[in-house]
């Protein structure tokens, strides 16, 4: 798969001399920031022909323009940090501006007044503090260097601050990596993070590809509403980051984090035995390799973390009770060097590495008693490349150009403990186990962007394009041997009860045994029938944008943009289902219109629009707002479930009997440990033929998308002080649901014209032999069909206080309200609540408040200089309980779809406890002589102790009169725990 990424460098050398040198498309500069304004004499007449530098400090690094006929200049590409900017002009005296700091992605605005002199001498002013960008009409909050480095941050991951920001609410997918940030009423997959100015995130699962050393990281803003044109593949948010550089100084840092057991407290799911240890230690070293040319930065870190997970299986056997340990290990290396070749040439080249091993994944400590040995655990060791080029170039005054060459390599193999061929595992459905093998994964890509912009009088012209190669490829036998499927069965005295199993198994080392003592009536057996041993997609994305930021007069500026983006395997168009070749007769073609591919999807226009009015003329009141259509992607995992659960048959084999898809028709069971048949309670109905179950994607698929509006306010009260105020909204498009596409269609009739409701629930009967395809005379049960039909709807006011730091300390306060109410919450498990009524056009049931929802959130964070050289920083995080589902365990309605929730509720009726948690960071600086400087921390999170419950804990069965007052919780986030640190710097 290399290989053939590759061979397509040379297409991408030639592509990147036809976008330096014949067009303007360009990718936004996404983590840079830019200059604009006038030079004017006393008189306030414009002096053309006037030079205009900007030099980062302590690095030598410059970047020049010479003011248009207007008097204009503009400089775009430039590394947030402090400037010093000059405007001179022969004749006139240099005007100096020292102090001067630009922000990531802000866009300063500056006036300079320069004096006739006939000697050549300067004026050095201070900048003004009050500064501010005037012209962004997007919604965001930047987080600065000072604060990545003072605050309290959990699992040392920057991202933990972009909590913080109005708008933001943590995510809980348990397939990602590190911190999730949740923007509008999607899943925390669909929000964008672009470092150093190209799109980092997994295009597998979402989120980040690969964590970050918190040392490297400048800056970041986070962007939830009203971006431009110049972000896409995002329907919700989006973080850009930017990693350091190094200077004329040679500098260093080394730094070692420890918590232990001792150190926190006890959990509330914590075993008598469970241990827990962390080390977390590292270094960087940066400096000169030539002064004001060459610089180099290099850091590494590794986090060690040892687990324990306890066995028990209530005494029944001894030998398997014990500890299994899970052990951690994370290894991340950063190496950039950045080469000033001229004022206006500039390069870097950046390489980072992460390899995260971890040893008994995936316990069983979930179901009781658990059956488990060390054996049945999994041990995963990843390993993520990513090698980033860019060239910045002024090629004309007033103009900036950036080309960007990237590459990502991931690999990601999951190896079993054990060579046994039948692992168990606890399976997705209730209550079963899979006897599967594990994934081996290949995530890679290439990929090039190319910025161009320029300033045309007033006009700020922007056009972007990039142009990504993706390619994934996948073991993925999940169904290369069985999965079973058991559950707890009224009036079977071989069952589990809430006493325990009465089941004792003849043989330990028969799984299914093993299973049935576990987890008590097996009811499904699932093999896969062509099922592919390895998933491929080969994706060939692009993104094109174009926009003007157009200043009409002082106060008004007016953002006008569009944007096109293009998969060319959205949905895995090029797949084509195995079971297709399947030598039934008449099955290829009863199935054909169910499996078809789905098409491309070319017509994604995105025209946005922003303005930015500036109410009391003074840069000190700002009115913003704007509208814009916003296209996601579909990460791979998409695709991946009708690629390879396509195979999926339910055959009658042997003492399981027949099933039916998912229907709730349960056949009676002999049982050969005992020789006896017990009859199943919950059997409905007639046995409908053996039918399978297959998972497909709509030919009709499209791309989600969210049209977006947003208003606010903004008031700069005192040089160090200001509030906002914002409101938006979202509405969302063509987003995912998944409805079983041969779902019954008609209700069980009694003869009295009634419906029959054999569970006297409420709910209304299908006949599952009322299936399209089983009229037809094809025994087809369900076909969950990933259908891009689904909406959601997001609104939104943030209330923020902002002080600067000044006097000793610094402040963010900010509170937010909001409701997100979606269809589905989880499209690769869930299917639709009825899916003959989606199917029907009738979907009010299906809407309900997203499992993303937290309606009051609050938020403070700050530091402060205590005496004695203390500094103090602390955040502070209050959350409404997010919500649950309420599930009834049962297929109410007899539609195949076992997911029912319960009577009278909607999907997520329940609510989680209202979330706090306080952290605080302690630290003290020594100096060592005139070189050294050791800094002491202590950190405390979850001060308060809280018991924060994970609302994917809440284990709530409803008993058909709503909530189950016995509902139990099996998981919490973690307890108060200490972790000690020290830094020496150089």
């Known amino acids: ?56 400090s302590g690095t030598g690094i410059r970047q020049s323009t010479v003011t248009d006929a207007s008097g204009r200049f503009y400089m775009s590409g430039l590394r947030p940090g402090a400037y010093t900017i000059s405007a001179e002009l022969t004749g006139f005296r240099k005007a100096i501006r020292e102090g001067t700091f630009l922000r990531l992605r802000e866009v300063l605005d500056l006036t300079f007044k320069l004096e006739l002199s006939a000697l050549e001498a300067e004026i050095i002013v201070t900048a003004d503090a009050a500064s501010v960008d005037i012209t962004t009409s ?96 995002t329907n919700a948010g ?55 040319k060459t610089h180099f930065l290099v850091a590494f870190e590794r986090r060690d973390q040892d687990l324990t997970f306890n066995v028990d299986t209530a005494g029944t056997f001894p030998e398997l009770d014990g500890d299994v340990p899970n052990k951690v290990e994370t290894s991340n290396l950063f190496a950039k060097i950045d080469q000033q070749i001229s004022d206006n040439m500039r390069v870097f080249l950046r390489y980072t590495y992460e390899q995260r091993k971890t040893t008994n994944s995936g316990n069983l400590t979930g179901f009781e008693p658990s059956i488990a040995t060390e054996s049945n655990y999994f041990s995963e060791d990843q390993k993520t490349n990513f090698i980033l080029g860019s060239h910045n170039w002024t090629p004309f005054a007033n103009a900036s150009n950036q080309l960007s060459l990237y590459a990502v390599f991931a690999d990601r193999p999951s190896v079993r403990n054990s060579d046994l061929q039948e692992e168990i595992r606890p399976s997705s459905r209730q209550g079963g186990f899979y006897l599967a093998g594990f994934s081996n994964t290949d995530d890679n890509s290439l990929a090039m962007s190319e910025n161009f912009s320029v300033q045309v009088g007033s006009h700020t012209l922007k056009f972007g394009g990039d142009l990504q190669f993706r390619s994934l490829r996948m073991d993925f036998p999940i169904f290369s041997n069985s999965q079973y499927t058991f559950r707890c069965i009224p009036g079977d005295p071989f069952g589990c009860s809430a006493d325990g199993p009465f089941f004792i198994p003849q043989d330990f080392t028969d799984p299914v045994q093993l299973a049935r003592y576990a987890f008590g009536f097996p009811v499904l057996k699932v093999e896969g029938v062509g099922t592919p041993p390895r998933y491929s997609q080969d994706r060939t994305v692009i993104g094109v944008y174009a926009q003007d930021d157009w200043t009409v007069g002082d106060r008004l500026t007016v953002s006008l943009g569009v944007r096109w983006d ?59 707002g704007g509208w814009g259509v916003f296209y996601s992607f579909f990460e791979g995992t998409i695709s991946l479930f009708p690629t390879t659960l396509s195979g999926i048959r339910i055959p009658g084999v042997g003492q399981f009997g027949s099933y039916a898809g998912e229907i709730t028709i349960l056949p009676d069971y002999f049982d050969p440990n005992t020789g006896m048949t017990f009859t199943n309670p919950l059997r409905k109905g007639a046995d409908p033929t053996i039918a399978p179950l297959i998972y497909a994607s709509d030919p009709d698929g499209k791309v989600p998308y969210t049209m977006q509006a947003a208003l606010g306010i903004s008031r700069t009260l005192t040089p160090d002080i200001a509030v906002t105020l914002d409101y938006t909204n979202a509405l969302g498009r063509n987003e995912l649901i998944t409805v079983d596409t041969n779902a019954p269609e008609d209700l069980l009739m009694n003869d009295d014209g009634t419906c029959v409701d054999t569970g006297n629930d409420g709910y209304c009967d299908y006949n599952p032999l009322s ?34 730091m000044s006097n000793d300390w610094e402040m963010r306060i900010n509170y937010t309200w909001s409701r997100a109410e979606r269809w589905q919450d989880n499209p690769t498990s869930d299917v639709a609540l009825d899916s003959a009524a989606v199917l029907r056009g009738e979907t009010e049931q299906e809407v309900a408040i997203a499992n993303v929802d937290q309606t009051h959130v609050f938020n403070l964070l700050g530091t402060y200089q205590a005496p004695y050289g203390v500094r103090v920083g602390t955040l502070l995080r209050v959350g409404s309980g997010p919500p649950f589902e309420i599930a009834a365990n049962a297929d109410l309605n007899n539609d195949g779809n076992p997911n029912d929730i319960a009577k009278g509720t909607t999907r997520t009726d329940g609510r989680a406890d209202t979330y706090i948690r306080w952290d605080l960071r302690l630290s003290k600086e020594f100096e060592i002589g005139n070189r050294f400087k050791v800094l002491v921390l202590a950190e405390g999170f979850n001060l308060l102790n809280r018991k924060n419950h994970d609302p994917d804990s809440y284990n709530i069965i409803d008993t058909g009169n709503g909530h189950n007052p016995g509902a139990t919780l099996n998981d919490a986030y973690e307890p108060l725990q200490v972790q000690l640190g020290m830094r020496l710097k150089f």
């Not at 592509?15 to 830019?34: E, K, M, N, R």
């Not at 190209?198 to 970050?212: C, L, R």
């Not at 069909?785 to 002080?803: D, R």
């Open 566 to 624: 293009f998969d060319s395997d959205t949905l895995n168009s090029s797949f084509r289902s195995p079971l297709l070749d399947v030598p039934i007769p008449g099955f290829a073609d009863a199935l054909k219109p169910y499996v078809t591919p789905p098409d491309r999807d070319w017509n994604n226009i995105a025209p946005r629009f922003g303005f930015t009015y500036d109410l009391t003329n003074d840069g000190k009141t700002l009115l913003r």
């Open 138 to 233: 997007a919604i965001s909050s930047g987080v600065t260097t000072q604060e990545i480095a003072n605050l309290p941050l959990n699992d040392r991951d920057f991202l933990d601050l972009a909590l913080l920001t109005p708008g933001v609410r943590e995510g809980r997918d348990p397939t990602l990596l590190g911190t999730q940030v949740v923007m509008g009423a999607q899943d925390p997959s669909a929000t964008l993070i672009a470092t150093d100015g190209v799109d980092t995130t997994s295009h597998f699962i979402g989120g980040a590809f690969q964590t970050s050393i918190q040392e490297t990281i400048q800056e970041y803003r986070v962007v939830t509403a009203n971006f431009g044109a110049d972000i896409g593949r």
């Open 1 to 56: 798969m290399k290989g053939r990424l590759m061979n397509r460098s040379f297409l991408w050398l030639g592509l990147a001399v036809l976008f330096v040198w014949h067009t303007s498309d360009a990718l936004a500069q996404l983590a840079t920031s830019s200059i604009r304004g006038e030079v004017q004499d006393q008189a306030g007449s414009p002096l053309p022909g006037s030079t205009v530098t900007a030099e980062l």
């Open 238 to 292: 989006a973080i850009t980051v930017i990693s350091k550089s190094g200077t004329n100084d040679l500098t260093g840092t080394v730094w070692e984090y420890f918590r232990d057991k001792s150190l926190q407290a006890s959990g509330e799911f914590d075993g008598p035995n469970d241990d827990y240890r962390r080390h977390q230690f590292g270094g960087l070293v940066s400096g000169p390799i030539v002064q004001d």
């Open 771 to 804: 299936r399209p395809l089983i009229k037809a005379g094809v025994p087809f049960g369900p076909i969950r069909t990933f259908k891009t039909i689904a909406q959601s709807t997001f609104n939104s006011v943030q209330m923020g206080f902002h002080k600067r």
